[in-house]
């Protein structure tokens, strides 16, 4: 740690369409040579480094803060890489790659050898996915290896959709940010466990529950993530969390302006709305974080920084549906939440 916060970090811009090698070859060299760098993904930005290098993966919880219990999701450029990342891929991950790969689709699966086991702990099983993004592609196919990456922020800190993000967590822990531009989706990947039959959601993401559900109809959905049954905030540890203390509102969206500006002023000093619904007319400071679920999944985790930011006393989030993107917004959400009010 004391040696990583020497390190100079460089920002280096990457097109994110169509890349040029030689950004991606100098960040593919560094991934070879054990070393952590951030770069950008259709979701949110990753920090990368050889999976198959046990030395290379523990710099990733060492410069992240990440708890040793938690697991790191691969990142592969083919279905073969992946197939040498685990000891069986049954006919459903084939089915399911053919349909959402590249794309931010995350399967858990039996671990093989050649995956080391710092990646996933003392777990015999591996998280994998393939990235729908052309610069984390090529970093990958440059490198010759699958690259374990967990989101590029520090722990407990909402996840980077821009590397203006990735700076303000790890300037001088890692030696390279990959700064491709805003992130598309603007959440993290669904993760799938296919060691289970029928197979189990483990964490609503950029693939819509009910884009899953028109493959495998007899998905196990866990109660937390069910609509009915609105989310209790994380006890255990907080994730995603701005330091500034954000409230919650279920269906605020549909609920009046009144209501939810008095809230914000019973919260005292400044409050900022992060408003979801674009007819609302707030006597408080507002920001509208989108007009659609999936808009609003694009900036929900920067929103989040804006709050830190510009100093504000409370963030007062203007909570929508469970459906659609919804579901993966309102799972943020309420992780974040210091306070959920219905
Ligand atoms: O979109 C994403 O998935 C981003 C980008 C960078 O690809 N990555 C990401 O990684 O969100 P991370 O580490 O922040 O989240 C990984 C999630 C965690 O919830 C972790 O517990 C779970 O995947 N996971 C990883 N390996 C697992 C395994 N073997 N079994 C069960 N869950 C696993
Ligand atoms: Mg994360």
Redesign the pocket.
């Known amino acids: 740690m004391a040696e990583n916060a020497r390190l100079e970090t460089k920002l280096i811009s990457v097109d994110p369409l169509s890349p040029s090698l030689r950004e991606i070859q100098l960040a593919a060299k560094l991934i070879r040579q054990g070393e952590v760098i951030a770069f950008p993904?259709?979701?949110?930005?990753?920090?990368?480094a050889d999976a198959t290098n046990a030395l290379a993966v523990r710099k990733i919880f060492e410069a992240k803060n990440?708890p040793q219990d938690?697991?790191?999701?691969?990142?592969v450029a083919s279905i073969d890489q992946a197939k040498q990342c685990v000891v069986e891929f049954p006919p459903l991950a084939l089915q399911l790659a053919e349909r959402f790969w590249p794309g931010?689709l995350?399967f858990?699966l039996p671990?093989s050898e050649y995956v080391s086991s710092e990646?996933?702990k003392n777990?015999d099983?591996?998280?994998i996915?393939m990235?729908a993004h052309q610069v984390?592609l090529s970093l990958i196919e440059q490198s010759g290896v699958p690259i374990a990456?967990?989101?590029?922020?520090l722990s407990g800190k909402p996840?980077p959709t821009k590397a203006i993000h990735v700076m303000q967590d790890l300037n001088g822990r890692i030696p390279l940010v990959l700064d491709g531009g805003s992130t598309l989706?603007g959440?993290?990947?669904t993760?799938i466990?296919l060691?289970h039959d029928p197979p189990i959601l483990?964490?609503p993401?950029?693939i819509t529950l009910e884009e899953l559900q028109a493959i495998i109809p007899e998905i196990v959905v866990p109660p937390d993530f069910s609509s009915d049954q609105p989310i209790s905030p994380g006890m255990k540890y907080k994730h995603y969390s701005p330091e500034t203390k954000l409230v919650v509102i279920l269906d605020g969206k549909d609920k009046p302006v009144a209501q939810i500006d008095s809230i914000g002023r019973a919260n005292g000093g400044q409050p900022l709305i992060l408003c979801t619904n674009p007819r609302h007319r707030h006597d408080l400071m507002s920001i509208l974080v989108g007009k659609t679920p999936k808009e609003i999944q694009a900036n929900f985790f920067s929103s989040l920084r804006i709050l830190d930011e510009a100093s504000y006393d409370v963030g007062i989030f203007e909570g929508i549906t469970f459906e659609g993107a919804g579901l993966a917004v309102m799972n943020r959400a309420l992780k974040a939440a210091h306070d959920i009010i219905e």
């Open positions: 993904t259709e979701t949110v930005y990753g920090l990368g990440r938690n697991p790191i999701i691969v990142h931010p995350t858990v671990r990646v996933t777990l099983t591996v998280a996915r990235p984390a990456a967990p989101s590029a922020n996840s989706v959440v993290e990947s993760v466990s060691i483990l964490r993401g950029g």
